[in-house]
């Protein structure tokens, strides 16, 4: 098998990951509210991540970095494992599961939107048209295909599936200026946000210990989502001879997720919500193509 093929694999096999986990989210949350799912997952992944650096022989350097480098993963810890899942947990214990994956979807048009105060970034019309296309598909969704009248099961649990996007655009805007080794920087990032939901739950809940089939789907979210899954695309990113080539791949998660969501949780997939997820990525898709045809000229 050549690297390309390689990188094609290890991109598929973490996509397949990331395909499962919004399942997993809504048979953990049978069983738990959204905080505990939190810190369940969050610290599976911490243990995993530390493993990890552990035979990398990385563990002990992770530490070793500036203050400046703390402050960062602060930050970065906020903004995701903390906000951005605690936003979607939310969301996913008050909506269908294939609503708040497909709406979920919008954060690389929230990202684009984000990098014009942000960044200083100029937008033209182009991407304009492209935005409103992702967001037709929002409302697609959201409204179950109706523009009669409103049909969405839960105003708020769209708003907080929207809104977690923006957590996740702030986190990738801050972490690609963080130059560090990716998997001892999300270490240290995970390190502050499970101290940060510790202190929620110690100020705001009490924690219980779940029954055995919501534990084993919160650890299996901590170690898939935030480990194997991550690990896996690292590699990929690795080995392709260009991140275009395994991209567009990543489109492939929510279409199966779809699958697993009618298969394991049993929801009717409703037509509207391909219809909407399609206009949601084709809008992604044709912003993509923007940006590359404004670098070329």
Not at 12 to 20: E, H, M, P, V
Not at 158 to 170: D, K, R, T
Not at 258 to 274: A, D, V, W
Request: charged share 10%.
């Amino acid at each position: 098998m050549n690297q390309q093929k390689k990188a094609y694999t290890y991109a598929l096999l973490a996509i397949l990951c990331w395909s499962t986990v919004a399942t997993a989210f809504k048979i953990a949350l049978e069983g738990m509210d959204f905080l505990h799912l939190l810190l369940i997952s969050s610290g599976t992944a911490l243990i995993f991540l530390s493993l990890l650096l552990v035979l990398k022989n990385q563990f002990s350097s992770s530490f070793k970095v500036s203050r400046k480098h703390y402050f960062s993963s602060a930050i970065l810890g906020l903004l995701n494992p903390f906000l951005y899942y605690l936003v979607l947990l939310k969301a996913y214990a008050i909506l269908p599961a294939q609503f708040a994956m497909s709406l979920n979807y919008i954060w690389p048009i929230t990202l684009v939107l984000l990098s014009i105060p942000l960044l200083k970034q100029k937008i033209g019309i182009k991407s304009i048209i492209c935005i409103l296309v992702s967001f037709a598909g929002v409302v697609v969704i959201a409204n179950k295909g109706s523009f009669a009248s409103l049909q969405t099961p839960n105003p708020f649990g769209v708003f907080l599936a929207i809104g977690s996007s923006i957590f996740w655009a702030l986190y990738w805007i801050y972490n690609v200026r963080d130059k560090r080794e990716e998997v001892a920087k999300l270490f240290l990032n995970f390190i502050f946000g499970f101290i940060y939901i510790a202190i929620t739950i110690a100020l705001f809940s009490d924690f219980t210990i779940p029954d055995t089939k919501p534990l084993l789907a919160g650890i299996y979210i901590g170690i898939v989502e935030c480990g194997i899954a991550y690990v896996l695309w690292l590699k990929a990113m690795k080995l392709t001879v260009s991140t275009d080539k395994i991209g567009h791949l990543v489109f492939l998660s929510p279409f199966a997720s779809l699958i697993f969501i009618n298969l394991i949780l049993g929801e009717s997939i409703y037509l509207s919500t391909l219809a909407g997820l399609v206009l949601i990525i084709a809008g992604i898709v044709l912003q993509k193509l923007v940006q590359k045809s404004n670098s070329i000229e």
